[in-house]
């Protein structure tokens, strides 16, 4: 599993891909990335502290991710990130939560010294599909509402039984009101779900120009941060 790596075109940032505790909502349809987790802490910790000491702050930005949400880390590997935050001069971080951590956010910023984007992975505004579907455990009223804690999200696409009028109007609100955006697209794995081709073609053809936007990123794969995979432990 590779667990640094560093995003030299758009964004320019460290990344690293941690381990936590099980993810608090865990029932997402489409995901089987939670086998990262680990109930054993100290090795949660001990694992962290190794991917944490490659961090050289070459950008100055440094994104961390892991199998939940940022608050399931342990609370010593938090306390590294500070120290190496502080060691590298990294100006902004990048984190991840669940939808559910909403409220929380504004306290785990205390314990840093930088400025944080907190991004979450929405997948869709289609609420049917989000929570009958992908079992995201999401809502909320309007897109207003979620953009008033997180300025960066995630959507999901290219499953089957989602539609094209869901992904322009997906595409549109990201737009329209978030300052960052992750586009993922769905590839099969080991749930359920399924991928489906003809629609991801459909969005490479008709939304592939988003790549060119400097907010928005598009994983074709989703080991295009670098992060993740199948090879060797850290």
Same mark, same amino acid.
């Given at each position: ?38 109930? !054993? ?38 306390? &590294? ?46 609420? &049917? ?54 586009? !993922?697209?769905?590839?099969? !794995? ?7 081709? &003809? ?30 995979? !199948?090879?060797?432990?850290?």
């Amino acid at each position: 599993m590779e667990r640094y790596s560093v995003i030299e075109m758009k964004n320019p940032r460290e990344m690293l891909l941690l381990k936590s505790r099980p993810c608090h909502w865990g029932l997402c349809s489409f995901c089987d990335y939670i086998s990262d987790n680990d109930v !054993n802490v100290q090795e949660n910790i001990r694992m962290n502290k190794k991917v944490i000491k490659r961090v050289t702050g070459i950008h100055r930005q440094l994104e961390i991710i892991n199998s939940g949400s940022c608050m399931e880390l342990p609370n010593e590997t938090l306390s &590294d990130i500070q120290a190496i935050v502080t060691e590298k001069a990294i100006e902004k971080l990048y984190f991840e939560a669940h939808y559910q951590y909403k409220h929380e956010l504004e306290a785990f910023r205390k314990r840093f010294t930088v400025p944080i984007v907190f991004k979450t992975g929405i997948e869709t505004f289609d609420d &049917d599909f989000r929570n009958k579907v992908l079992k995201k455990g999401v809502y909320f009223n309007a897109p207003s509402e979620v953009a008033s804690h997180f300025e960066s999200i995630c959507l999901l696409v290219g499953i089957q039984g989602q539609t094209k009028a869901m992904i322009h109007r997906d595409i549109e609100i990201l737009l329209k009101n978030f300052k960052y955006g992750c586009i !993922n697209i769905f590839q099969n !794995n080991s749930t359920p779900i399924k991928a489906d081709k &003809d629609l991801i073609e459909w969005f490479h053809n008709t939304y592939g120009a988003l790549e060119k936007l400097a907010n928005i990123e598009i994983l074709w794969h989703n080991t295009d941060f670098g992060v993740g995979g !199948n090879s060797h432990e850290a």
